[in-house]
Structures are given as C-alpha cells and as structure tokens.
C-alpha cells in the first residue's frame, strides 16, 4: 500500500513540476521535437503554401541575394548562388 501512494504522490509532484499543455516543459519538448524533424517541418509548412506565396518567396529571395551582392560587390556571386538557390527551391516544389 505504501509503495503505491509513493508512485502516485511521485506521479502527482512530477506533473505538478512539469504543468499542463502550455507549460514551459511542453513548450520546450515540442520545440526540441520540431528541431529534430526540422527538414520534415519546413517541407510540410512549404507544401501546405499556395503557388502564389511560393512565387512570391522566390522572388523575395533573388531580390535579397542580388541586394546583397550589390552592397558587397560580389554580383557575379550572389547572381549564381540565386539561380542555384532558385533551382533548387524549383526542385524543392
């Protein structure tokens, strides 16, 4: 009879340490998780975008990595990694 008032008062102060669903321990443990599955994560939230968005976002990256090379003289440069950024996140779709 001890021992199991023990485990349930255990049980009881460890989900009293540990809280409910928005508790900071929760927070963490799905945050870790989605670290963990990072690329999964990113594909699924690219995936669940329209084309349109999509589009947009190509084109927000090839205007930030032209600017870039323009501010640091490196056109060539950035001109090639966009296209090969751009291909890739084709492919990517």
Same mark, same amino acid.
């Given at each position: ?8 008062? %255990? ?6 340490? @540990? *809280? /409910?669903?928005? %508790? @900071? ?9 989605? !670290? /963990?599955?990072?690329?999964? %994560? +990113? ?6 975008? %329209? ?7 190509? +084109?927000?990256? *090839? ?5 870039? *090379? ?6 060539? !440069? ?10 890739? +996140?084709? @492919?990517?779709?």
């Amino acid at each position: 009879m001890d021992r199991l008032c023990k485990e349930k008062c %255990s049980l009881e102060r460890f989900n009293l340490h @540990v *809280g /409910e669903v928005n %508790s @900071v321990h929760n927070r963490c443990f799905n945050k870790m998780l989605n !670290f /963990e599955n990072q690329s999964h %994560s +990113i594909q699924a939230a690219f995936n669940k975008q %329209s084309k349109k968005t999509r589009s947009e976002h190509q +084109i927000r990256l *090839g205007l930030l990595l032209k600017w870039q *090379g323009s501010s640091w003289n490196l056109d060539c !440069f950035f001109e090639v990694m966009m296209k090969v950024s751009l291909q890739k +996140i084709k @492919v990517f779709f």
